[in-house]
């Protein structure tokens, strides 16, 4: 259906393709779902003195000066001025220098942009450019706005899906008619339409209804799919309790926690029962999951088994793989780790290859890489995922094929509340490590708004003077990767004026993996004693003389987010400090982030968020965005996710295999949504 290539619409040719695939659209199916990240109602322009901080506002007049072109490292800035009768603007683009033709002093134009301060003065960044009769045109429409790329603008996403909107294969519907009529979901044809082009608010939310119920309706069946391929699974892996994985606990420097402790018996047990085992480790930044997997993966090497550690990125892999050699050669404990990551040279990689092959390796850690079909296991037992929100359900069930019925034990450190966590990972087990090691000092929350950056400037050069790090987060400032990638150089350059002689870099989506690979070392390595980045170190590296993380625009995240990426700090011996800056003056802004202020409790944080979070927050942040949900979010849709978890197990209850004539349309719709599943694996 409708899988033609994107080139095949008119005005798409190879340059255009190669940018709509650098947005993950390769096919006319791709672009139907490439859904947008939110919409513009355009409303009358406002005066000038109406606008504020942190708003997507209009504005209408005639320009006093040409606008001027100035080069900002490889950027260009472009910058006009407008005036009204009730103040100034200013008004910025990024790489457009052709906009001096159209911004000459005189002309009446009307604006639409997001409003920022920068250098103390509001600045629209980006803003749309009307005529007055072409915003008449569009106004009181909601127009959708994309993720966008360098050389890509939303007009062209638009004009594109409005074609293959009207040249796509109409879908067959495969959801089943009683279902839609008790829920009262719209037709699938007419909800990918009006997902892209609403007339307004209640059509959009109709259309985003059932969206989201495919969404989790697909995974769900999926998820069901693989229990009952896994439940009361004989194991070819029946372990026999290591004495020296019980030597090396004790000898360890700490005491594992009463939570660790119980949780390792339920791992052990697993390992030993005869039955495979399909385990999820939920506990907080910092709870101790690790120790936990290498005493696992260490009971199978001393069974004379293979052990397999599956990290999200190279930087994690590496660092797992580096601990794990240093802790074998501190208990002289004769077994042999080695890392696969995408990274390596082909004569590394051939070489970890032949190792694993010839079960001279017996832990193997990496990347994705793991599962690529040139990676031939002798004897695997165990496998284990950290961070399993990152991976979907073609992973999972990939990496469980590749031994002989392996034992499968995920890790995670993102809180979801326990009722959802047992919907989301129905195929497996739940452990849950409640309690941090007693030598974790709780770190020091604060939320403050903008008057207060001066004085966290100077609370972070004195950090770094006595010898520690800091982190500052910026937020995704729309989606074009150059705008994000402009702010955090912007912001990195500030910094350097503000502290000087401390090293500050910077991080950004924009970065090729090496570059940011190496940046995230030099940072581990305490070359980098400030570094500016985007939410990419939400899951990073374990940096334990890092003790500041400043959050700019903390408004903008999710609470389960901001709380992941303060668990980068405090993972030392000395006290951390976690300051988020307030920019939006949004009325409940201030009773979401005092939750966090309160409370290093992940999974409190998550179910208070649960609570405060509903249906009209659909326009808001997005929590779950690494699962394989485009639009769903677990903790806005949490109550048609559990509608839906209760229907899928209705359905199978009376249809376990989907036989029935009523449901081959749902049951084709299945097997080609986890086929996708897996070519998203890119195998």
Known sequence: MNQESVRSLKGIGDKTGKLFEKLGVSTVDDLLHYYPRAYHAYEEPKAINELKTDMVGTVAGVLQKDASVRRFQNIQVITASLRDQTGTVQLVWYNMPFLRNTLQSGTYHVFCGKVVKKNNRLTMEQPEIYTKEGYLAVMEHMQPVYGQ????????????????????????????????????????????????????????????????????????????????????????????????????????????????????????????????????????????????????????????????????????????????????????????????????????????????????????????????????????????????????????????????????????????????????????????????PANRRPIKNCVVDTGYRKKAYDFIARQVKEGRQAYVICPMVEASEMIEAENVLDYAETLSRELVGVTVACLHGKMKGREKNQIMERFAAG????????????????????????????????????????????????????????????EGTQKRLDILNRSNDGFYIASEDLKLRGPGDIFGIRQSGDMEFQLADIFTDADILKTVSEEVNGLLKGDPKLEREEHQKLRQRLDAYLKLSYEKLNL
Not at 311 to 339: C, D, G, N, R, W
Not at 401 to 427: C, F
Not at 552 to 572: C, D, K, P, S, T
Request: charged share 25%; with cysteine; proline share 3%.
């Open 149 to 436: 790329t360098k050389g890509l603008g939303n007009k062209a996403i638009s004009r594109a899906v409005a074609q293959a909107l009207d040249m796509r294969q109409m879908e067959q519907e495969y959801m089943p008619e009683g279902l839609r009529k008790k829920y009262e979901l719209a037709e699938y044809n007419f909800a990918i339409e009006h997902i892209h082009f609403p007339a307004d608010k209640q059509q959009l939310l109709f259309a985003r209804k059932r969206l989201v119920f495919d969404e989790f309706f697909l995974f769900l069946l999926g998820v069901r799919r693989l229990k009952e391929k896994r439940e009361n699974v004989r194991s070819s892996w029946v372990m026999k309790l290591s004495p020296e994985v019980k030597r090396l606990k004790e000898h360890l420097p700490y005491k594992l926690t009463q939570a660790q402790e119980a949780v390792l018996h339920e791992i052990e047990w697993d390992l030993s029962s005869g039955l495979a085992m399909n385990r999820l480790i939920q506990g907080d930044v910092g709870s101790g999951k690790t120790i936990l997997a290498v005493l696992a993966l260490l009971h199978t090497a001393y069974n004379g088994c293979q052990g397999a550690l599956m990290a999200p990125t190279e930087v994690l892999a590496k660092q797992h793989f580096e601990s794990m050699e240093q802790l074998f050669l501190q208990y002289q404990i004769p077994k042999k780790p080695v890392l696969v990551t995408g990274s390596m040279t082909a004569k590394e990689k051939r070489a970890a290859y032949e190792m694993i092959k010839n079960h001279e390796a017996d832990i193997i850690i990496g990347t994705h890489a793991l599962i690529q079909e040139k990676v031939v296991y002798n004897k695997l037992a165990l496998v284990i995922t950290d961070e399993q929100h990152r991976f979907g359900v073609g992973q999972r069930e990939m990496l469980g094929e590749k031994g002989e019925k392996p034992h499968v034990m995920v890790m995670s450190a993102t809180p979801i509340p326990r009722t959802l966590a047992i919907i989301l990972y129905g195929d497996l087990d739940i452990s849950i490590i409640d309690e941090l």
């Open 527 to 586: 070359e980098i004693q400030v570094l500016v980045s985007t939410t990419v170190v939400e899951v990073g590296v374990n940096v334990p003389n890092a003790t500041v993380m400043m959050i700019e625009n903390a408004e903008r995240f999710g609470l389960a987010q901001l709380h992941q990426l303060r668990g980068r700090v405090g993972r030392g011996r000395y006290q951390s400090y976690c300051i988020m800056v307030n920019c939006g003056d949004q």
